[in-house]
C-alpha cells in the first residue's frame, strides 16, 4: 500500500486542463483536489461549481473540494449537486462547522473538515466521530507552491493517534508544499492522502512525480 495522491489542479494548465486531468489519472492519482477561493477566506480566487460539473463529467476520480470560502454553508449543496465526491470546509470559516459538515453528509458526499497552520487539534476534536476526511494545511491556504511547515506534523501524529484511539476510520489529508521527501514524513507519521499541486503540475513529467509519491510511500 501506498499514500492515495489527489493532485491539485490550481497548478495545472487551465487551457489544457482535460489533458492534464487525464495525465494523473493514468497515471494512478485516486483524487482529484479542486481548490475554490473566494477571495475573502483567502486572497486569491479559484474554481466555482461549474469546473467541478465540467470535470465530473471527463474523470472518474475522487473529487477532493476544497473550500476556502468563508460561510462555507452557503455553497455546500451547489457543489455537490456539480458532481463533489468529498466537501471540505474549514474550521476557521464557519461558526457552525458541525452543520455544515452534517449538511454535506446530507447531501449524499464525503465531510472534511480543514484546519489552517494555526489552528490546533482541539478544535475538531468534536467533529471527528462524523468526518470522513481531517484534512491538515501544511502551508497557508491560498497559493501553491509554498514551503510545507514541518511543525504541521505533529498535529497529524495526534490525529493519528486519536484515530487508533477512539477506533475512527477517517483519512487523514495534506495539503501544501508536498514533494516526495515531505510525503513520506507525512505518510510515515499516519496521512493517507496528500495533496500535490506545483510538484505533480510544475515538472515536465507529472507521471514520474506520481510515481515516485508512490514508491517513496510504499510498504
Ligand atoms: C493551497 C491549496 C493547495 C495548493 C497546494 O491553498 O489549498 O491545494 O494547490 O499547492 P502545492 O502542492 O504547490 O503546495
Ligand atoms: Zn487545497
Do not use: C, M, R, Y
Given at each position: 500500500m501506498s499514500i492515495k495522491i489527489a493532485p491539485s489542479i490550481?497548478?495545472?494548465d487551465k487551457l489544457n486542463l482535460e489533458h492534464d486531468v487525464k495525465l494523473v489519472e493514468e497515471a494512478g492519482a485516486q483524487l482529484l483536489h479542486v481548490d475554490v477561493m473566494?477571495?475573502?477566506?483567502?486572497p486569491a480566487i479559484a474554481y466555482g461549481p461549474a469546473w467541478v460539473k465540467e470535470l465530473r463529467a471527463k474523470t472518474?476520480?475522487?473529487?477532493?473540494v476544497h473550500l476556502m470560502v468563508e460561510r462555507p454553508e452557503r455553497y455546500i449543496d451547489t457543489f455537490a449537486e456539480a458532481g463533489a465526491d468529498i466537501i471540505g470546509v474549514h474550521?476557521?470559516?464557519?461558526?457552525?462547522i458541525y452543520r455544515a459538515l452534517q449538511q454535506i453528509k446530507q447531501a449524499g458526499v464525503k465531510a472534511e473538515v480543514v484546519i489552517n497552520?494555526?489552528?490546533?487539534?482541539s478544535t475538531i476534536e468534536t467533529v471527528l466521530p462524523i468526518v470522513d476526511q481531517v484534512l491538515v494545511m501544511t502551508?497557508?491556504?491560498?497559493?501553491?507552491?509554498q514551503t510545507f511547515i514541518p511543525a504541521m506534523l505533529d498535529k497529524v501524529a495526534a490525529l493519528a493517534a486519536l484515530k487508533q484511539e477512539k477506533g475512527y476510520t477517517f483519512d487523514i489529508e495534506i495539503d501544501g508544499g508536498a514533494n516526495d521527501v515531505t510525503t513520506k514524513q507525512a505518510y510515515d507519521t499516519g496521512a493517507t492522502v496528500v495533496v500535490a499541486g506545483s510538484y505533480v503540475y510544475?515538472?515536465?513529467d507529472p507521471a514520474a512525480k506520481i510515481a515516485k509519491l508512490q514508491a517513496v510511500t510504499a510498504d
Open positions: 490550481l497548478s495545472a473566494d477571495g475573502l477566506f483567502v472518474n476520480l475522487i473529487l477532493d474550521v476557521e470559516a464557519t461558526q457552525h497552520p494555526g489552528t490546533p487539534i502551508v497557508n491556504p491560498g497559493f501553491g507552491g510544475d515538472k515536465v
